[in-house]
């Protein structure tokens, strides 16, 4: 079945120090894979995605992600991680080519906290 | 930046009455979506619209849900007889095609609470 995993409930980090929010993904075609946030009391916010071309995409706020094709994963990264980055991070894929070719299936979501 | 809009932001009803849902998604967009997320749990696409007619649906969505776009900005979901487990973030979604890898843009949510 197609699914999206973030095996981390929760990733701390502190501020100034690089974080990584991990996301891997089954198998099935070629997927497009998004990266969103939300933080409290509002909506699921773009950051960024994955659809063809260069592996490293970059996104807003200074995030950016890696698709690894061999490892079925696309992580999301960034050099120096601020207090004003805690949040939810939803990872979620696309594969339009085959059934569902709108939805977005999206990962539990990784609580990112950065401590001062 | 145009957003997507949801009212209301918060809905309490009894279980068995009827609920809807509005949403106006960004102007120029074609495809609409709703999802849910029901507290602790993932998002869950429900269904998804394009040219008044329902082109993509979960096993979410039975007979107890519809779709409408009533004008030409407001996209609602209807539930006939909520259920306790109806209780949820719903989430309105747009994207302007799904002919290209589009990507869908989100609105704040509505959290329907069925007591």
């Known amino acids: 079945a197609q699914s999206v995993a973030q095996p981390e409930d929760q990733v701390n980090v502190a501020e100034g120090n690089p974080l990584t929010v991990k996301c891997t993904y089954s198998v099935s075609g070629n997927p497009y894979l998004f990266w969103y946030v939300q933080y409290p009391n509002r909506g699921l916010q773009f950051l960024l995605k994955y659809i063809t071309g260069d592996n490293l995409v970059k996104g807003s706020y200074g995030f950016e992600a890696e698709f690894n094709k061999s490892q079925t994963s696309f992580h999301l990264k960034k050099p120096s991680a601020l207090v004003s980055d805690s949040a939810l991070y939803f990872c979620a894929v696309r594969y339009p080519l085959s059934g569902g070719y709108n939805k977005l299936i999206f990962g539990a979501g990784t609580r990112l906290a950065v401590h001062p | 930046e145009p957003e997507v809009t949801q009212t209301p932001s918060h809905q309490v009803t009894q279980m068995g009455q009827e609920v809807i849902l509005r949403c106006v998604p960004i102007?120029?967009?074609?495809?609409f979506y709703w999802y849910r997320q029901i507290l602790g749990q993932k998002v869950e696409f429900l269904v998804s619209?394009?040219?008044?007619?329902?082109?993509?649906k979960s096993e979410i969505f039975d007979d107890q849900f519809s779709v409408e776009r009533p004008d030409g900005s407001n996209f609602t979901l209807k539930i006939r007889s909520t259920k306790l487990e109806d209780s949820a973030m719903y989430f309105c979604a747009s994207s302007a095609t799904s002919g290209r890898p589009d990507t869908q843009y989100f609105g704040p949510g509505t959290r329907l609470t069925v007591l």
């Open positions: 102007s120029n967009h074609l495809y």
């Open positions: 619209f394009y040219n008044n007619e329902i082109s993509e």
